[in-house]
């Protein structure tokens, strides 16, 4: 198994602070892929960090339908009909 090691810095009043994880090959990979995504996306260079940061983030619902085409209205209007049908629900007991 390749390991790979990836060092996170992070400047901290006046401190610099580095973290070192060990992940997998398979991992570093799509790591990597989501970066060069990203940096094409956005056209600047992205750090492992901001990909992990953005691979956080919680997606929007277009991001999830992925090519669904929808307005932010229509995406707002979506998520309202989602939350009023969840409230609708009854617990059951068993």
Known sequence: MVVKFIKYTKLLSNMTVTKVIKI???NYMWLAKKA???QNEKGRPISFDEALSHVRARPSLREIFGMWKMTDKEAEILKKDIRKMRNSWKPRYV
Do not use: P, R, S, V
Request: charged share 50%; net charge negative.
């Open 36 to 38: 060069a995504d990203l």
């Open 24 to 26: 997998g090959e398979e």
